[in-house]
């Protein structure tokens, strides 16, 4: 999808992080922020970093301080995936644990690594993206909690690191498509779409394209807050699960 207009975000030459690179939206959000003009560090568990382990998370991090000087900015867009739904007697406990290495410590490991380094060297702007499975009770326990708890966690980052110069925001889409999630899953997107008010799925470079406002400097008086971007799906009462 074609950008309009011509914002400058001022991103250009900005040193960006961005985790979760290889999936549909992370490799959006380098392509945008690439074009941008920033300078991205694109990691990913295909490239072998597993984010869901504190000490490869740490190692990873020390290497790039020998690289670089600076982060400007860190994105995570770590994608763990939910599981069925159930009632709460029926969760598989290896389930549970697995939802929250892949998608909240995959996040918050090195959210925190990024974040000590920014304290270091004068700030940056810290975008996570989240679910709109975090404002709803649809029964995917570990995947629904772990989002909830990375948006609280983004709060606490507003309340108190602002003041270092680290802005933080959530984004939580709905349902963004294509990506490989979605691939072969054409029938349930169209019902999907049928639910959503404008009648459409989210694509990958629209949640690119915000992230990339996030981190530019016009976005601070948002700092804390999670941004929903469901397209008003979720104020919908026949919303599909």
Known sequence: MEKEGNMDLGLKDKRIVVTGA??????????????????????????????????????YFQELREQYKKIDGFVSSVYGGPGGQSGLHEVRLDDFESDMRNTFYAVFYPVKEALTWMRETGGGHIVVITSINAHLGLGEWGYDIAKAGLEQMVRNLATWHSNEGIYSFALAPGTVAPTPAWEGKGDVLAAIARSIPDGKVTHPSEVANFVAFLLSSYARMAIGNTILGDRAW?????FIL
């Open 22 to 59: 290889m999936g549909g939206i992370g490799t959006e959000i380098c392509k945008v922020l690439e074009e941008e003009g920033a300078r991205v560090v694109p990691v990913d568990i295909k490239s072998g970093t597993d984010l869901g382990d504190a000490v490869q998370t740490h190692e």
């Open 234 to 238: 979720s104020y919908k009462k026949d």
